[in-house]
């Protein structure tokens, strides 16, 4: 058995290794039914309707050798690519989509996250100078904890990357502050701009709050008060080296951060997404509270969840090892069972899992009412609920702790750790005897005395046996853990005790998980279909294609489906629109806009797909009750109109636009301060070269004017006429339009994005600044006998 000792020795390496090898075969078992089955992926709600496509088009484009995108074409009529969150494309683990099929890659990366959540919950309890197995503690609960695993379920690959990096940071952080080696910090600005290549702004930012937490926490309780003037030397220090930190991992991001600013002006939200009621949103129900240890109270069976969520895709679910441990790591620091800088430790996770908590309920508490009050961004940021991330690595650590009070042997107080021990956990033990004991009454208890009356929900008979297990589930789980840990601590039993209660509670946590993985076969989720393959052979540059889900019918594709398959869209999946084309479909659900002819027409929607045959009309293809059919009507690509009328007021060209019965004929063009208008031309247009950030047109002008192009607007495009800069106009609210003189020429469409580029310019400052303090650091004699 290894040393368990707290200093550097050979039995810690031991135990290290050992702990990794379970974590991998863990990962490994876990996820069995993917690894061993090629044909398989991981199936994930969202990353199907979202995800995979823009995924699938980023890999194309690098494959293609024109770098990494900044436009995407098959959505929503051509969108920035970069700055709307398309997915983890900057971050490390994103190498392996060119190594393998996609579906495989992605799923391989849930794989690797779950290792390294288990891997960082290690390095956490490490950081924390605990020893070896109590490190193990903080690994074992962290590694399939609920609230990250299952979610899976949505296929949320960002949300678990970013929360799987938390205990990384947060260790970081502290060795930093402890030694004040830049090492340190250095480490925690790569791993807090990773978190931002995720892209999960949610959960990033409420682990920024966690990490700023804790450095308050270290100025106020950890550092000894200085005296007379010194304050300086005790303060200046830690607070300039977690604010270069900070700079340094947002110069870092650059690639991903400063395309996102840069489009924020220009996109449009749902009026219902502003103010608190959207910021409070997606909170934990405080009836919920139960699911951090009785996932089947309110169910996280998927299809059987009766509570107040409109869509319940995951679990709380911390696992009844990891509550007892920390429960005990509590009482332990309460009775005077740890050394004092630990039960400081223990006291600000305390407190910090209080507060996560009440901050994931929502307008349920005030907590959340005055972080929206007083931090920057929380208006634009929904689902406090995200906070439970934080609150796991948390409750993680405290698990730890508790082990650790074990292995320290102190003499505490019994009288207040038993009443600590009874307060808060005995609460939970009575919940866990009656659902083991009664578990349809308390779910009828629950329903009657939590919910409102006449609330519509019931639950599902088939949950009083799960509720059942949980029950028993929670009653052995907390007497394993108290139980060891009493026999271990008098002496009983040897510190190997830790090994089964470990491995019962990881087999709980993946019996609650288990629920969230769906593997399925790759080609009856991804193959094409004859409406798809005909698509792809018929549909030309810049044709668009419109599949509405009309009420009560056969259900169409997925939102981004056919973007999958290369093939370009009218509408789409992301939450943000750009200003024109929202403005043109007149609001953020383009359905309702795209009934109007004009605007089918001038997005040069050419086909159409419904469920159902139409009557006297032949379709092209049909697969599975979907039915494909080609529009007629006049090119609406790229065309001179023969007349143009002009405005200064968006709203004015916009309801123009909506009511000109023939968009093809009469241009509406939003002048701009210190340019005249152009004037109606004539001629014919042809595309020559579509890419998606490069389009080329041959323009025969008979007469100059305005030639309008079905492309949406947006200031990072440029138009070149024979080489020479032309300006673009706004043209029927969302499209391009450029001005050609008379004759043959060469309209070019060039897209720049210039965030981007500062963006790859901080970011590699940063690297080259980071990795010269790494020299630094690592080789300080050498560096000053140099410079001697």
Known sequence: MPTDVKGPTEGRDRTVWWFLGAAA??????????????ERLIFGSDMMFEGISLRRFFVDEIRAGRGVPMWVPNIYGGMPFVGLLPGPIFYPSTILYFFMPLHRAIGWTFVLHTFLSGAFGYFLGRSFRLRPSSAVVCGASFVLTGYMTSHLWGGHDGRMFAMALIPLALGLLNRGLETGEARWFCGLAVTIAAQVFTPHTQVMYFS??????????HLLFRIPRPGGEGWWRVYVPPVAAFSLTVAASIAMAGPQLFPVLALLGDVTRAAAETGYEFAASWALPPQELTALFLPDLISSLPGTYWGENPIKLHTEYLGAVPIALAILGVAAAWGGGLPREQRRTVGFLAVASLLGILFALGAATPIHRIAYALLPLIGNLRAPAMMLGPVAVFVALLAACGWEAVLEGRKANPRVSRVALGLLGGPIVLLGAWAALDPAGLGNFAMLSWYPAGWPRRPDPALAPLLRTNGLLLLAGFGLAWGGAWAVSRRRIAPWAL????????LDLWRVDARYLDVRDADAALATDPVIAVLQEDAGPGDRVWAPNLAGSV???????LAYHGIASATGLQKFLLQPYATLVGGIIPDQGLGRDPVRRLLNVRYLIIPGAQEDVASLAEASGRHLYSIPSPPGYAFFPAEIEWTADPYEAATRTWDNPNPLSLSVVESRIGLDPPEAGQGTAAIIRYEPEVIELDVQAERAGLLAVSEIHNAGWRAFVDGEEATIWRVNTAFRGVEIPEGPHRLTFAYRSSSFRIGVGTSLAAVLLIGAVLLRSRFPARTRQGDA
Do not use: K, M, Q, W
């Not at 075969?25 to 090629?38: A, C, E, K, N, Q």
């Not at 090994?499 to 990881?506: A, E, K, N, Q, T």
């Open 208 to 217: 920024s709050l966690t990490l700023a937490l804790f450095f308050v926490f």
């Open 499 to 506: 090994v089964p209660v470990l491995v019962f509670g990881i």
């Open 555 to 561: 259900r169409n594709y997925r939102p981004n489906e």
């Open 25 to 38: 075969l863990v990962s490994v078992l876990f996820y069995r039914d993917f690894i061993f089955h090629p």
